[in-house]
């Protein structure tokens, strides 16, 4: 039986909290960073130190096993989350001499130039509880009276109509810290944690107890919709009524905002740049795409063009061929990476790998169990497992696998074939991956080129196996702003909403079934 563990997690200044591992150290840093997550409710991306008996100084995480029971851990967030500006961001954040010590430490992710390119972006999804702020003075001695009323005697409290307001107006601009357009079961989940937080509040005559404050709470949002609108902020000005008629290819009924989980959606731009001025900016960034030992440059414009580029996907949704003529930086493994965790603030590869590994085995028993054409079709791509057990290989059967048991083909998404062969099919594929195997090669043998395919151009290759090769394009459907394809779409919401943990509380019946099994 594991041996229960307890660690000290320094999460900032004068800021630590005691986590308990009734299961022991965990195998893997990953495992542990989403725990911390989840009992420290810590939210973003960040890195984690421990402290070294031997130097007696805090030093870079990578494996669990430097880790002892009683031990130290320090939660590095990253240089952009550390600006208290950006909204949404959590209290928790560092000392400036402590944000100054983690660019000393770790040279590998130095501070940007331009603190201000990324100001405007949200750090955090939609929280799992949702924050009910402090209210003003008058409106919180109210409730701390009616609370106390409510807990002596059991009296509800009807707040006049002037504290109501406040008191939603507030909310409403909780909210959109995290979303402009929160959906029917977030606006849940609002209302569900002002009631618990002041029971006073809460409805005699509903079910839940919050379903009048829910309704209102939606008009007062769309009421604070219109005040930004007016205020110029970008992704609501984007579907004001003058810019749909003027933009004849939108529907008047078809909104931009995020769809699949996005964070980051369509943002404004960095503070004293204007259209002008980041045009400038990526004409720069083109020449210096081409120089050598230029990728700190490189990544620095691409962060801080961030708001441009998507403001060009979302509302001119160009041809891909043409956005890569534009943004060629964009087409490489890293800054795919980097631009999916502007968008959603969730690590692409490192978390689509971790979570695929970790449902593998119970997917192969799932797998096992299935029947008819299907299990035959399976079984078959298992057996290219059976000769070649090296991981690359393990994940790719595992996708194709899975792609079969959704009643979807693989071969839609993943074309093979030899060196010596030319495939006229991937030219015409509107969005997939290209595997190309050497004439002759053994099964334990690499592959010589995986690449991917959109819209008949081939964006991105020497992406070594089929897994990468499909982390790498699911960043790309967001990065590109890229619908999933209709022949494949549970596929990608399984991608999405099993693997990714994106949006996971709407899911279709196929998804539904699938993760029922893999939680039995």
Known sequence: MATSAVLCIILGENDSAKVTLPLG????????????????EVFGDFRLQYKDLDFDEFINLTSTSDIQNKGKIKVIYPPSALSTSSPGFSARTSSQDEINSISSVDTDLPLSSDSSSTSSLRSEPWPNAFPVP????????????????????????????????????????????????PSSAEFDSVAEALVKKHPCLREQGSVTG??????????????????????????????????????????????????????????DYPTGQTKRSLEEERLALLSEVHKNNNQQVVEDKMERTFAYRRHEVIEDKPFIAEFKRRWPALFSER?????????????????????????????????????????????????????????????????????????????SLIREYLDVETDQSVDQMVLGIFAIKKEGAEP?????????VIEGVEVLNDLQNIANALAILFGLTYALDLSYPKNLRCTFEVLQKILMEMDVRHLSSKAQVLKNKLFE
Not at 247 to 266: G, H, I, L, M, W
Request: proline fraction near 3%; include cysteine.
């Open 444 to 452: 334990t043998d690499s592959l010589a080129d995986v690449g991917i």
């Open 335 to 411: 800054e795919v990476e980097a631009e999916f965790a502007r968008i959603t603030t969730v690590p692409l590869r490192s978390k689509f790998m971790q979570q695929l590994d970790h449902h593998s085995s119970k997917l192969l028993r799932i797998f096992q169990k299935k029947g008819g054409a299907a299990g035959q079709k399976i079984r078959n791509i298992m057996a290219e497992y059976d000769k070649n057990d090296a991981i690359e290989t393990r994940r790719a059967c595992v996708i194709k696998a899975l792609i079969v048991y959704l009643n979807e083909d693989p071969e």
């Open 210 to 267: 919050f379903y009048g404050w829910k309704i209102s709470l939606k008009f007062k949002m769309g009421n604070y919709r219109t005040k930004l609108r007016n205020i110029g902020c970008s992704e609501l000005t984007v579907n004001s009524l003058k810019r749909q008629q003027d933009d004849q290819r939108t529907s008047r009924n078809q909104v931009k905002k995020p769809k699949r989980a996005e964070v980051n959606y369509y943002p």
């Open 134 to 181: 402090e209210f003003v003075y008058d409106v919180e001695i109210q409730l701390q009276r009616a609370n106390s009323d409510f807990q002596s005697n059991g009296t509800l409290f009807s707040p006049n109509p002037r504290m109501k307001s406040d008191i939603l107006e507030t909310l409403a601009s909780q909210i959109v810290k995290y979303k402009a357009y």
């Open 25 to 40: 150290i965990p195998s893997s840093v990953e495992e542990l960073q989403s725990e911390i997550k989840r009992q420290c």
